[in-house]
């Protein structure tokens, strides 16, 4: 495999056993551990500094090799701040999901689609508490591709959410397909906003954005209650 091993141990002196690490730079940690009794203590001390590198780095950057399919569903109900940066290889396809339900959200998403034939879905839930920002953008910088990004918002009381949606097909980058769908949905009066952007520079694409905010219409609230 043409791996690396590592001991690891912070400033806080937290310490991991062994670190694999792989030519890709993707590792895995290990707790060497003499008997079964300490098995649990070790998984928690893997987990404890996982999150901790995690709160510390609020960059994730991932990689997605050729002819690799892979979906991704994040859950959160706290406080976030982070920032996502994928580059994808040729014949590969992303599902990016995340369900917010929480106030102070700060999400950046950062997509650049660099092999052909790739596809990217990113579905974006989000509930306001307090004022939830989405920054999002999807660069096809290859041919064939195809985005379709849906960001759907719910605030409660004043609270408000914030979409910048951007997508960009440069020249050369013919038969790419890029979708937008953003919609936020008001219970009371707010300062919400959506930025819809599509910055096009090749004749031969379809590219598509709407956006909505404003409550529930009539024919939606018909079919909750049927």
Wanted: aromatic share 8%.
């Amino acid at each position: 495999f043409n791996a690396k091993c590592y001991h690891y141990q912070d400033y806080q002196n937290k310490e991991i056993d062994q670190v694999i690490e792989l030519e890709d730079g993707s590792w895995c940690a290990f707790e060497i551990k003499l008997g079964a009794n300490q098995i649990d203590n070790a998984a928690k001390n893997l987990i404890n500094i996982r999150d901790s590198i995690l709160k510390e780095n609020g960059n994730k950057d991932i990689r997605v090799n050729d002819n690799v399919d892979i979906t991704l569903t994040i859950i959160n109900e706290e406080n976030e701040d982070v920032s996502y940066n994928f580059d994808i290889n040729e014949n590969c396809n992303l599902i990016f999901n995340i369900f917010d339900a929480s106030k102070n959200i700060n999400r950046n998403i950062n997509v650049n689609i660099n092999g052909k034939n790739s596809n990217v879905l990113i579905n974006i839930s989000s509930i306001s508490l307090n004022e939830n920002n989405y920054d999002v953008s999807i660069h096809h910088n290859n041919k064939n591709c195809t985005s379709n990004t849906n960001i759907h918002g719910l605030t409660i009381d004043n609270n408000s959410i914030y979409i910048k949606n951007n997508g960009y097909i440069p020249n050369g980058s013919e038969k790419s397909v890029l979708h937008q769908d953003n919609k936020i949905i008001v219970m009371n009066d707010n300062k919400s906003k959506i930025e819809p952007n599509l910055f096009i520079d090749e004749y031969d694409v379809e590219a598509s954005h709407g956006a909505y905010i404003g409550k529930f219409d009539e024919e939606e609230l018909f079919y909750l209650n049927s």
